[in-house]
């Protein structure tokens, strides 16, 4: 029988540390070394631990490394394991941390099974999921922007009153600004172009998406979401872009601890202790349940344009989408009356509406390329 090897890489910027651990529960352990971070040292190291007929399995700790190891070595015809860094096992009295104990450990937990696997994306999904995380970094230095150029109008006296801000109306009140002092008026100018700039940045970020999503294999199922209320195209398409194909989660509740909106739960004996969400998983698909959540608020309804979106779509994923508003809005008056906080309700509805997606989801599948 062909025999296995398990290797643990423990991948940084310039080197990987290596560890073989050979078949079976009493299996060797051989540390290998440190070689360089490259695809020709990679496809070395392959070859040479492959060399008497074995069968490699490698793993490694998913982060800034991304996926090119994982392609790489599965292109070759190897195993390959990304672990989910926060779920591989650790020693509370651990006091010693290097290289080489990294890859030792990456090597003996993959062969006894006890890391968990991440879901590796495509390239293109890869792609697109790069692009919605560049549009929200824009969105991110907008409002750093704004709020820089609000403080020091603030310092200087200068509020507006009159509606809201970054308006038509607010837009042409701050081209109205002068200051006497020459470095004032050059400091205003630089935070108002900064703010413009920005803007314009993340529009077309916005544009882009748009235009990418119709022709990307989760385009069907970012459309479907969109007549679900409160997502809209982008948001739609960072969730999916998140999460991938909904349809490898096993159940909605699978899906609901996957974003980290369950429960925290600490028990022993008699003793039940429950807490806030857990808050694990991803933060950008949770946010945009969380800020979806806040729509259903008010009565069920549905607007203009989402009408022309619900048009399109399936009658199964359009029923899904109307349950979806009777159940989340009846759902967040009681829990309101019940006299509990906004913040936990909103929660407990972007919970619910998790299983409105993963049912639609069930629903439409990628296009298979």
């Known amino acids: 029988m062909q025999k296995v090897l398990y290797v643990g890489l423990d991948v940084h910027k310039v080197s990987i540390s290596v560890t073989v651990a050979e078949d079976g529960r009493e299996g060797a352990i051989s540390f290998i070394g440190a070689v360089p971070n490259t695809p020709a040292a990679l496809s070395k190291l392959s070859k040479r631990l492959s060399k008497d007929g074995h069968r490699l399995d490698f793993c490694y700790e998913a982060g800034f490394s991304g996926y090119g190891i994982y392609r790489q070595l599965t292109s070759l015809g190897h195993g390959c394991t990304v672990a989910a860094t926060s779920l591989i096992p650790r020693k509370p009295g651990e006091r010693i941390k290097t290289d080489r104990r990294d890859s030792q450990k990456l090597a003996i937990l993959h062969r006894s099974g006890n890391l968990t696997r991440v879901w590796v994306p495509d390239e293109g999904h890869e792609a697109m999921r790069d692009l919605t995380r560049a549009r929200m970094d824009a969105s991110m230095h907008l409002m750093r922007a704004r709020q820089q150029l609000l403080a020091f109008l603030l310092r200087h006296g200068r509020t507006y009153d009159t509606g809201k801000h970054w308006t038509q109306r607010h837009r042409s009140w701050l081209a109205g600004q002068t200051f006497d002092q020459p470095a004032h008026q050059i400091v205003f100018q630089d935070y108002l172009e900064a703010v413009w700039t920005t803007q314009e940045r993340r529009d077309q970020l916005v544009g ?162």
């Open 208 to 369: 882009r998406i748009s235009t990418m999503a119709a022709d990307w294999t989760m385009g069907p199922l970012v459309e479907a979401l969109r007549g679900l209320r409160g997502l809209d195209l982008i948001s739609a398409a960072t969730f999916v872009a998140a999460i991938g194909d909904l349809a490898r989660f096993e159940s909605a509740r699978h899906l609901m601890a996957y974003l980290g909106l369950v429960p925290s739960e600490q028990s022993s004996g008699e003793r039940i202790r429950r807490g806030g969400i857990t808050k694990t998983g991803n933060g950008e698909a949770r946010r945009m349940l969380i800020e979806a959540a806040w729509s259903y608020r008010y009565p069920p309804r549905v607007a203009k344009e989402k009408a022309e979106v619900i048009v399109r779509l399936p009658k199964a994923v359009r029923d899904i989408a109307w349950k979806a508003q009777l159940r989340l809005c009846k759902r967040y008056r009681t829990l309101s009356a019940a006299g509990k906080k906004p913040t936990i309700v909103v929660a407990a509805i972007a919970r619910e509406l998790c299983g409105f997606v993963w049912a639609i989801g069930r629903e439409v599948k990628p296009v298979t390329t």
